[in-house]
């Protein structure tokens, strides 16, 4: 990837270091609003792009899973 957006996202990683990252799967009612600028489908798309651009810098992705909210914050806390 050599997108200019790619270079500035990898130029500020490469002056911040996470101990982990978390890829939150989206929600099955991902619906575009005022807040939200992708549809479901965009937002699995752009899931699965922000999880390689975290591979290439030498991440290694905690997933997340759809369930409900309670499983969902015991998944991230058991990965802490």
């Known amino acids: 990837p050599t997108s200019p957006t790619y ?3 990898k130029d500020a990683a490469q002056k911040t270091k996470y101990e982990k990252i978390f890829i939150i799967e989206p929600l099955e009612t991902t619906e575009k609003n005022e ?4 549809n479901h489908e965009e937002a699995l798309i752009l899931g699965r792009k ?5 591979k290439d810098f ?5 997933s997340i899973k759809t ?3 309670e499983d969902r914050i015991k998944q991230i806390t058991d990965n802490l």
């Open 50 to 54: 922000l999880e390689n651009i975290y």
């Open 7 to 9: 270079k500035k996202v």
């Open 67 to 69: 369930g409900k909210l």
């Open 35 to 38: 807040i939200r600028r992708e």
């Open 58 to 62: 030498g991440y290694t992705p905690i």
